[in-house]
């Protein structure tokens, strides 16, 4: 069966940098892109970015662009997600979800999420 | 402020039929698949509807998607305290080259 394990929480000053990881099993690793979803405190879903892992290709939302980088380590399919520059209202719940069909724009697979919290 | 637009809350008693709005434009649910999710607090969101009305496996014919023109609509039918939950649609843009979501929806099973 598919999984998407994401990593632990984390807590960040105002101007650092988080890296969150996103492992998958139980499907072909470089055959599905992978995004970042994130949903801060009381809000909705608010898409960050994509990457293919099977080539390392990359899309950014435009409201995140300069500020995340999305990579992925095929031996260990793992994809991450480093967010620069945090201020407090990057506080949020962090997903990575599979996109089901390429250029289909919906997820079918979730991982459990990670909380980042930015607070000096 | 979120592209697409959903009301914030609906309600209904159980057994009942209820609808989810989803409003967007021609860049958006005009031409592209629309996706539904739902959300218990606290977890992952879950993949209801896709390509504005399939059911992925396990999900029950209760719920089902619709669209019309630049609006989607998720309909739960024989609702169940269960289904109490926040509810998502979501789709691409062309003219921002990004995934978008609706705001979301509360649904109270009175």
């Known amino acids: 069966q598919v999984h998407l394990v994401q990593s632990g929480a984390e807590v960040m000053k105002p101007g650092a940098s988080v890296k969150v990881s996103c492992k998958a099993s139980?499907?072909?690793?470089?055959?599905?892109?992978l995004h970042w979803v994130r949903q801060a405190p009381g809000e909705g879903l608010e898409w960050m970015g994509v990457?293919?892992?099977?080539?390392?290709?990359?899309a950014y939302a435009q409201k995140f662009q300069g500020r995340v980088t999305m990579s992925v380590d095929t031996s260990s399919s793992t994809v991450y997600m480093q967010l620069s520059s945090l201020r407090s209202d990057d506080t949020a719940l962090y997903f990575c979800?599979?996109?089901?069909?390429?250029?289909?724009?919906?997820?079918?697979?979730w991982g459990q999420g990670t909380l980042v919290t930015v607070s000096s | 402020q979120s592209v697409l637009t959903q009301p914030p809350s609906v309600s209904a008693a159980p057994g009942q039929r209820v609808t989810i709005s989803c409003s967007g434009s021609?860049?958006?649910?005009?031409?592209?698949?629309v996706s539904w999710y739902q959300q218990f607090p606290g977890t992952a969101p879950k993949l209801l509807i896709y390509?504005?009305?399939k059911r992925p496996s396990g999900i029950p014919d209760r719920f089902s998607g619709s669209t019309s023109g630049t609006s989607a609509t998720l309909a739960i039918t024989g609702l169940r305290t269960g289904d109490e939950a926040d509810y998502y649609c979501?789709?691409?843009?062309?003219?921002?080259?990004?995934?978008?979501f609706g705001g979301g929806t509360k649904l109270t099973v009175l």
């Open positions: 021609s860049s958006n649910i005009g031409n592209n698949f």
């Open positions: 979501g789709t691409w843009d062309n003219s921002l080259s990004d995934v978008v």
């Open positions: 139980g499907y072909t690793f470089n055959s599905y892109y």
């Open positions: 390509d504005n009305y």
């Open positions: 979800a599979r996109e089901a069909l390429p250029y289909e724009y919906y997820f079918d697979y």
């Open positions: 990457i293919n892992p099977g080539g390392g290709g990359t």
